[in-house]
T-cell receptor, first 115, second 117 residues
């Protein structure tokens, strides 16, 4: 059973426009959410995160929105640039007691920004 | 940012042999390291959590006798795939977490591509 779902395997966006990547989760114990960017044959790179006590976190061109009631989060990239083309993974963590900070990843969405 | 290295970056081995993959945190101490496996077009699947000085915790379905993990120091964890078979061919990625830091302070290595022939 997949606890973190990214239902869109791919997304194409024109340069300069907004990219919106979506992520849904099922485990209500998740309290910390992250987005990672990954290029082929490389490890993921941390982009931005959000705690469950917030509904928005912004860092430059990247903004993450969290809707706890809907168990949904999204990553907005604006304006999109060709260098943003990569696979984006949504990840979630339950830090309530385990202490090990394990991450559960979605399958990823491949973003292509067209010049 | 913190750097995590993996060695080798790719390896080809024959069925039945064992392969060791190293994961090092280069500029910070990592009490916890994680090992992931990724199949093509699939998510990163957590295999095990490695804690320095103690036994690794394996996820359900991961054979601990096949995937041996050793976290001998605060900067090094190793994953040994024993008696490798073609179905073990995959992309293996480690990550390292700084003690006392938020979960976002988990840095990933570049990955190791294992091909078993």
């Amino acid at each position: 059973d997949q606890q973190v779902k990214q239902n869109s395997p791919s997304l194409s966006v024109q340069e300069g426009r907004i990219s919106i990547l979506n992520c849904d989760y099922t485990n209500s114990m998740f309290d910390y959410f992250l987005w990672y960017k990954k290029y082929p044959a490389e490890g993921p790179t941390f982009l931005i995160s959000i705690s469950s006590i917030k509904d928005k976190n912004e860092d430059g061109r990247f903004t993450v929105f969290l809707n706890k009631s809907a168990k949904h989060l999204s990553l907005h990239i604006v304006p999109s640039q060709p260098g943003d083309s990569a696979v984006y993974f949504c990840a979630a963590s339950d830090n309530s007691g385990a202490g090990s900070y394990q991450l559960t990843f979605g399958k990823g969405t491949k973003l292509s920004v067209i010049p | 940012g913190a750097v995590v290295s993996q060695h080798p970056s790719w390896v080809i081995c024959k069925s039945g042999t064992s392969v060791k993959i190293e994961c090092r945190s280069l500029d910070f101490q990592a009490t916890t390291m994680f090992w992931y496996r990724q199949f093509p077009k699939q998510s990163l699947m957590l295999m095990a959590t490695s804690n320095e000085g103690s036994k690794a915790t394996y996820e359900q379905g991961v054979e601990k006798d096949k995937f041996l993990i050793n976290h001998a120091s605060l900067t090094l964890s190793t994953l040994t795939v024993t008696s490798a078979h073609p179905e073990d061919s995959s992309f293996y990625i480690c990550s390292a977490r700084r003690q006392g830091k938020e979960v976002s302070e988990q840095y990933f290595g570049p990955g190791t591509r294992l091909t078993v022939t």
